[in-house]
């Protein structure tokens, strides 16, 4: 107890052990991360999440965004089940995402030296989701104009659909991605856009989850869990609602 | 910049479940205590308040309070001829990054282990007749019986207020628990919580099969509870969002909500947050460690001395800073000496996924450990005569998956996964996919290890950890042996479409989805140091009062979740360390 009060005037002082030891109340450790027993302890602020605006426009130049809206709505086209990836927002979604943490890719591990390892130890690639995008689309839509003498975007649904086949199986070869890889990078984002929290720019009205019948932010099942087997339709909620409620 | 700080009497490094409890021990004893943990504290009410804590996207999939690889990762190989390179994206392995470590995240699955798997070698033995197993296979006794363990056991799950039915007390076997189970000394503190509806079915379909099915222990409440360190703990609320996600109810048992506010309490208690163990320092009499050296978030260098040393950082980490320390001598595959590194292993998982028509499963009344359990074909609960392996696995219906976006490929084999086509199976699928998991043993090898790597660094410099690792044989007969189990449940089921799979069919990879975060080994306990770096108290055989409290102790890993085991295991060390080693410090093992 004694020693606390010592810690905080910053004294230097003797060990409670054998060896006295020299105290300088220099780093981080001592200024702001030290937490005493017996006093409040205050957590480190979480910050709440952003809502997207989609009158802004973060990452994607004209001609990514047409390209892009064109690949999402063939991935989830508009039909009886919901409107198209784009109506319900996803590429607003995408849009910025990929202008934050997530683009920079921010969590990976990104020393080097690179090397292609075997299927069991994963991605390798040292490319960003912005940087997949960015080149991703450039050479999607090259290739595409090769192939057909036309941009992915003035291609029919069917030709669409066509050229979205032989890219989730692999047979095109970008200079950079395999068109596999690319294909998955899409589709994980696209469905991210329809089914994550409205308040990230896609899933707007929450169509994704009225799809499925899903919920959303809601907490507390107690009243339903007992009512098996049973449709249930509760109606869904967005953390938006959390947060002005 | 380097400084030392005041000496403690002990200092633990992490504070998950393992380092709370540990010092919640220690600090009861009067001991002054330091711990060491390198992410921030967070409160329950302000980091995972229910405004914002459903979010499937920051915690389910960007993963936030997990440990990015970015600060720190792990090297993969499946073999020794193989380069290992850095798991450089998120993966099956979810380390935690604050105080409350992977205990705040957890899916809450709450288990003791079954007796027979702290003593497999001497049932192969005494049962078996040593029996012919896979070459190079480890197998050896942790030196602690279940018997011995079981008051440890008691006192975790009456802190964390684990909800459960228990199916042995005192050797005499309760209806509706687990007739397979150890002997216990008291029932669950709070009872289990109300099954899915495909809980339910699966119950039905394997009591008619023959089996002993029943609700599993969870650390999800299932009452209104004061635990014995006089903290409140709520009822769970079948949200849904539990593993990958901390609890905004109060009704997950964590270190956060269950021991942490006890010890905040207590004036003989100090935290060091966002301050990184760099290496444990060895002392000059060549038998002690002297204390901690740490990187604080300014990134100055810092000492911590100490009479007493807990290692209590994950698994993996563990191993690392032992290895980074150089305490104990390292393990080497060819010679097949050293102890350090070896018997690394893993968790052996059988799944079949089931499609049925017009079920109402509502997968989002769920909880991270709603499941109901066969235990028939776990551990040593059936004969193994004949068989070839040891081990074996829980078979549970679990309904811990309900939010979309980790449900969009639950489809029926050969679905289109994109258009109109996936959205029709999708719709449909998720309120009708149901999933078998055997979650099974992992025995170790000569052939799989921990080591530093050569290659690659931390961001701090410090070599990262290399895991060399791919399932052996023992591992491949057990898990065909259950996934088999697995299809015989399925052909009864009533479900439209199924598929089995035995998860060591293929190489083993931490990318693969639906796998295990359950590392284990690599620093553990035993009777012999031959064959052990700490002896059965958990106490390092070369240096007194160094302490390694994990799953990096178990020298195999139960069909269960290691969280529990762990948390009665460093109850078990605490108490030789309070009523034995206090008084005459020295090896435990006399």
């Given amino acids: 107890m004694k020693r606390r009060s010592f810690i905080k005037a910053g004294l230097i002082l003797a060990g409670t052990g054998t060896a006295a030891s020299i105290f300088t109340p220099a780093g981080a450790a001592e200024r702001k991360n030290v937490l005493n027993g017996g006093k409040i302890w205050r957590a480190k602020e979480t910050p709440l999440p952003t809502p997207a605006d989609p009158t802004q426009r973060l990452f994607f130049n004209e001609r990514e965004y047409a390209l892009v809206t064109a690949i999402f709505d063939r991935l989830i086209p508009a039909d009886e089940l919901s409107v198209s990836a784009s109506q319900a927002g996803c590429v607003v979604f995408i849009d910025n995402q990929l202008a934050g943490d997530y683009g920079k890719a921010k969590w990976k591990y990104n020393q080097g030296p690179f090397e292609n390892g075997t299927e069991s130890q994963g991605n390798q690639s040292p490319y960003s989701p912005a940087e997949i995008y960015r080149k991703g689309l450039q050479e999607l839509d090259t290739h595409c104009t090769r192939l057909f003498n036309k941009s992915f975007t003035e291609l029919s649904h069917d030709m669409q659909d066509a050229y979205l086949e032989k890219m989730e199986s692999g047979e095109f070869t970008y200079p950079t991605f395999n068109s596999e890889v690319l294909f998955g990078q899409f589709l994980a984002n696209v469905q991210e856009g329809f089914l994550a929290d409205p308040i990230y720019g896609g899933n707007r009205n929450m169509v994704g989850w009225r799809m499925i019948g899903f919920p959303g932010a809601r907490y507390d099942y107690r009243d339903y869990a007992p009512l098996k087997g049973q449709k249930l339709n509760i109606e869904p909620i967005s953390i938006i609602q959390l947060l002005k409620a | ?590």
């Fill in chain 2, 1 to 590: 910049m380097n400084y030392t700080r005041p000496k403690a009497d002990a200092v633990i490094i992490g504070l998950g479940w393992a380092g709370s409890l540990m010092a919640e021990e220690l600090t009861r004893a009067g001991l002054n205590v330091v711990a060491i943990e390198r992410g921030p504290w967070e409160q329950t009410q302000t980091n995972f308040s229910p405004a914002i804590a459903a979010d499937e996207l920051r915690y389910g999939v960007r993963r936030e309070i997990l440990k990015p690889p970015r600060v720190e990762t792990l090297t993969f190989r499946n073999d020794s001829s193989q380069k290992a390179l850095p798991a450089r994206d998120w993966n099956a392995f979810q380390m935690g990054y604050s105080v409350g470590g992977a205990g705040k995240h957890w899916a809450a699955n709450a288990w003791r282990f079954n007796p027979s798997d702290f003593e497999m070698a001497t049932r192969l033995r005494d049962r078996y007749h040593n029996m012919k197993l896979a070459d190079g296979l480890i197998v050896q006794d942790w030196g602690v019986s279940y018997a011995e363990l079981e008051p440890f056991y008691d006192r975790v799950e009456k802190i964390a207020g684990i909800s459960g039915k228990a199916g042995v007390i005192n050797g005499v076997t309760q209806s509706g628990g687990n007739p397979f189970e150890g002997s216990r000394s008291s029932e669950y503190p709070t009872p289990p919580l109300i099954r899915s509806h495909w809980n339910d079915k699966f119950h039905q379909i394997t009591e008619k099969m023959g089996f002993h099915p029943f609700p599993i222990p969870a650390g999800t409440i299932g009452a209104p509870y004061t635990n014995p360190l006089g903290v409140n703990l709520a009822p769970c609320t079948y949200c849904g969002y539990c593993g990958f996600y901390g609890c905004g109810n109060w009704s997950k048992s964590s270190p956060n909500v269950c021991v942490i506010p006890a010890l905040m309490d207590r004036t003989n208690f100090t935290l060091l947050t966002e301050c990184t163990a760099l290496y444990i320092d060895k002392a000059e009499d060549g038998k002690t460690v002297s204390g901690v050296t740490f990187r604080d978030s300014d990134g100055n260098t810092g000492f911590q001395p100490a009479d007493i040393v807990c290692l209590s950082a994950y698994q993996l980490d563990n191993v690392r800073l032992l290895l980074l320390s150089k305490i104990g001598k390292a393990y080497d595959p060819v010679t097949g000496e050293g102890t350090l590194g070896r018997a690394y292993n893993y968790q052996t998982m059988s799944m079949g996924y089931l499609y049925y028509e017009n079920e109402h499963m509502n997968p989002f009344i769920s909880t991270g450990a709603l499941s109901t359990q066969i235990d028939d074909f776990n551990g040593d609960n059936f004969d193994h005569s004949g068989l070839g392996f040891l081990g074996g696995a829980g078979i549970q219906a679990l309904s811990d998956q309900g939010t979309p976006l980790s449900m969009t490929d639950r489809l029926p084999p050969g679905s289109k996964m994109w258009g109109s086509a996936w959205k029709k199976t999708f719709q449909k699928s998720y309120q009708n996919y149901a999933k078998i998991q055997g979650q099974g043993t992992s025995y170790s090898h000569r052939d799989s290890y921990l080591s530093l790597d050569p290659n690659y660094k931390d961001e701090n410099g410090q070599p990262l950890l290399r895991l060399t690792f791919d399932y052996n044989q023992n591992d491949r007969l057990m898990a065909r042996f259950i996934r088999d189990r697995i299809e015989d449940i399925c052909k009864v089921s009533g479900a439209t479409s199924w598929e089995t799979e035995a998860f060591p069919d293929k190489h083993n990879s931490p990318f693969r989805a639906y796998d295990s975060s359950h590392t284990i080994g690599g620093a553990v306990m035993g009777l012999d140091p031959a064959t052990s770096v700490l002896n059965r108290y958990q106490q390092h055989w070369d240096a007194h009062n160094l302490f390694v409290l994990g799953a990096s102790s178990y020298p195999n890993n139960g069909g269960y979740n290691p969280t529990i085991t762990l948390s009665a295991l460093t109850l078990w060390t605490a108490h030789a360390i309070v009523n034995d080693y206090l008084k005459n410090p020295g090896s435990l093992v006399r």
